[in-house]
């Protein structure tokens, strides 16, 4: 096998290896996707600046993201059903994220619950919430969370309604599977992950199967899911939410200064920029795009991190150059997962760290906390912060 240099080459073998129904829920956007392909193109228009002759001795990466101290300025994002890109997929994906020194975040709908993963991780990881119409079912995930040790809760925004993709429709995605002639053939020609999946028993949604009513095995959960999308939620949801968590509270799928601004009137701790990988709503910009006049609007009320598009260590380096105090991480290590397994995320963390490492030396830098715009040789327009 060829050598795997860049995350471009780990989501080609994770497309080798895992049942194209389940890359492609990952891997695609909504509609005709330009949101999703946005994300990831508006990085390349943005350009580093060269300096040379500078010493980059001794350089570090560590930082500190809702007072606490992680190696680098990275973070994996929630992702839905990590458990079907690879067996056990959020165990793994969150001892990778601990190994390298920075958060792993469990979404709502993992396969693997709140408590397995605490049982198979030594650190506090983050908890990605869902407002649903259960608030009782909402109120017992925070409880959970709180008992599991989770050091923060993401409460996601936008997911109010769903958006509709394509790639899931043609694809006939359903859970469980449906086992049509081309869900068997995808899976037959995937033995190694098919073997993978006999072997763990985590097959369900954890983190509802067993705790919603009504929800007792895969189907009925998903059914019950399906029917509980909140588009009634605002900004007393907020409150309530954070005043029944008590901690450190990220607000997820802010792309607007205004929403921004009312983060920070809500008292949460920080906020994600995220167009939800463009899965949501499409047509909208980009989010390293909108990140800059975030930053200007929220100034130091509220830290930001950026969600999205995020490939590549310069990508890391340029969104922290306009503002991001923390990059997350989602399809990035996804493709590490589904390529091989642990290892392929511990790969992706480090090939991501040595380039943003690389390239801040090369941008004349030697700590993370001190790049900024000064670092940067070209911004397009539509990047700025004026209105």
Avoid at 4 to 15: F, G, Q, S, T
Avoid at 208 to 237: C, T
Avoid at 288 to 300: K, S, W
Wanted: glycine letters at 10%.
């Amino acid at each position: 096998m060829k050598p795997l240099c860049n995350v471009e080459d780990y989501r080609a073998l994770a497309r080798r290896r895992v049942p194209r129904m389940f890359m492609d829920y990952v891997d695609c956007g909504s509609w005709s996707e330009s949101t999703y392909r946005r994300n990831a193109s508006d990085f390349e228009s943005i350009l580093l600046r060269q300096r040379v002759a500078v010493d980059m001795s001794n350089r570090s990466l560590a930082t500190t993201m809702l007072g606490q101290d992680y190696a680098m300025p990275l973070a994996l994002a929630p992702i839905g059903i990590l458990g079907m890109l690879h067996a056990d997929g959020e165990i793994l994906a969150a001892r990778a994220a601990e190994a390298a020194g920075i958060p792993f975040t469990l979404s709502t709908m993992s396969v693997c619950s709140i408590e397995t993963v605490a049982q198979h991780t030594t650190k506090p990881f983050w908890f990605q919430l869902y407002v649903m119409r259960d608030r009782a079912f909402a109120g017992d995930l925070i409880d959970r969370a709180k008992a599991a040790g989770c050091s923060a809760l993401v409460l996601t925004l936008d997911l109010q309604i769903l958006g509709q993709r394509h790639s899931d429709i043609r694809n006939g995605l359903s859970t469980p599977p449906r086992f049509t002639p081309s869900h068997v053939a995808q899976i037959l020609a995937r033995p190694r992950w098919a073997l993978q999946m006999l072997g763990t028993r985590q097959h369900n949604f954890g983190n509802i199967v067993g705790h919603a009513k009504g929800a007792n095995g895969m189907r009925s959960a998903a059914s019950w899911a399906a029917s509980q999308p909140y588009p009634e939620l605002n900004w007393n949801d907020v409150a309530w939410i954070k005043e029944r968590w008590g901690g450190k509270l990220v607000l997820k799928g802010i792309l607007d200064a205004e929403d921004a601004r009312l983060a920070v009137q809500s008292g949460a701790d920080a906020l994600v920029v995220s167009n939800h990988g463009g899965r949501q709503m499409d047509c909208a910009p980009s989010t390293i795009a909108m990140l800059p006049r975030i930053v200007e609007a929220v100034g130091d009320g509220i830290e930001v991190y950026l969600d999205g598009g995020v490939r590549s260590g310069q990508d890391a380096l340029k969104a922290l150059c306009l503002g991001a105090r923390g990059v997350w991480l989602g399809r990035a290590f996804v493709y590490g997962l589904g390529a091989r397994g642990e290892a392929g995320v511990r790969e992706v963390i480090e090939i991501i760290r040595k380039e943003l490492d690389t390239s801040m030396a090369m941008s004349g830098e030697r700590f993370i906390g001190n790049v900024g715009r000064h670092n940067l040789a070209h911004v397009p327009p539509s990047h700025s912060e004026e209105y």
